[in-house]
């Protein structure tokens, strides 16, 4: 079912701070848009997402926001970068299927299924997926490091919901601290990886405490890393326990390598998550890397 909402008013904010605290934009919000359709226990079932388009002079780029939740829970409600519709992108925030009714690869079928039908349905809604940033936190940014790592991977691209003309790679991502290399994490972490502490043992069809290296190796953005991967932006907290800083430096290291453009901002003694990686000098941190990788610079905002 679609619902479609004009004309909501936004607040400036964070980056936009510096300007005028009165100014407004208008932004069209869809609802609820089924992207897919998947089996289900009474059929098929849809799979959805929420967009966001603001008035612009020009069709805006698009960012894809993708929720953590251990790959068992989560809603693309409330997408935590809302605020890049006040600064020249529209914003889609995708639903995928959890652990629980569908181990890996699922869910990046799903999310790779979302980017070709935003692409297939750009001209409709009024912003431009020639160029795609995907950006997502924790099983979020894991999902983001694939979409970023595996267009070459014809086992992890799927054919759920179609739309096979278009292409699902991105452009550019943006990750906050999501695991990499599922073999790292289980010699640094097997206390996570191979129990139900982590959602990653659900995810890649654990059983027994035991989780097949060959599924490790398939669902790590790490192995498919290459040398037309897109710019990375990481994210993490020095101090988190859920999913250890070496996830990200290994990102780091194989971008490295390769010549790839890669940063990684580390928050000094932050955990999993906070206010902290989404707003200030972080949320500036995520303009200033997606306009410098946008095709177009026109920000300005078109006004009724």
């Keep these: ?132 940033a995907v950006a997502g936190s924790s099983a979020g940014g894991h999902l983001a490091l694939l979409l970023g790592t595996s267009g070459d991977v014809a086992e992890l691209e799927g054919e759920v919901g179609g739309n096979l003309e278009q292409s699902s790679r991105v452009q550019a991502v943006i990750d906050y601290f999501g695991p990499s290399d599922f073999v790292l994490r289980g010699k640094t972490q097997p206390e996570r990886a191979y129990t139900d502490l982590s959602g990653s043992y659900a995810l890649l069809g654990g059983k027994d405490g035991k989780v097949a290296e060959s599924m490790e190796r398939l669902a790590s953005p790490a192995t498919h890393v290459s040398s037309d991967d897109p710019p990375l932006l990481i994210f993490h907290g020095t101090a988190d326990k859920t999913v250890l800083l070496d996830q990200s430096e290994r990102m780091v290291e194989l971008y490295e390598a390769l010549g790839l453009e890669v940063e990684l901002i580390q928050h000094e003694g932050a955990g999993h998550g906070g206010k902290r990686f989404f707003e200030g000098d972080s949320l500036r941190r995520v303009l200033a890397f997606l306009n410098a990788q946008r095709p177009s610079r026109d920000e300005n905002i078109a006004s009724e």
Excluded at 37 to 48: A, K, M
């Design 1 to 132: 079912m679609l619902i479609v909402v004009c004309s909501l008013m936004l607040q400036k904010a964070g980056f936009a701070e510096e300007k005028d605290s009165h100014e407004v934009h208008r932004v069209s919000v869809f609802r609820d848009l089924v992207y897919a359709e998947v089996p289900g226990e009474e059929g098929d079932r849809p799979l959805q997402l929420d967009l966001f388009v603001p008035a612009t002079s020009e069709a805006p780029p698009l960012v894809v926001w993708i929720h953590g939740g251990g790959w068992r829970n989560g809603s693309r409600r409330n997408p935590k970068l809302m605020q890049v519709t006040e600064n020249g992108y529209a914003l889609a925030s995708l639903s995928y299927r959890f652990s629980k009714e569908a181990i890996f690869p699922a869910q990046v079928h799903d999310c790779k299924a979302a980017i070709r039908w935003l692409r297939a349905n750009s001209k409709r809604y009024g912003y431009n997926a020639d160029w795609i």
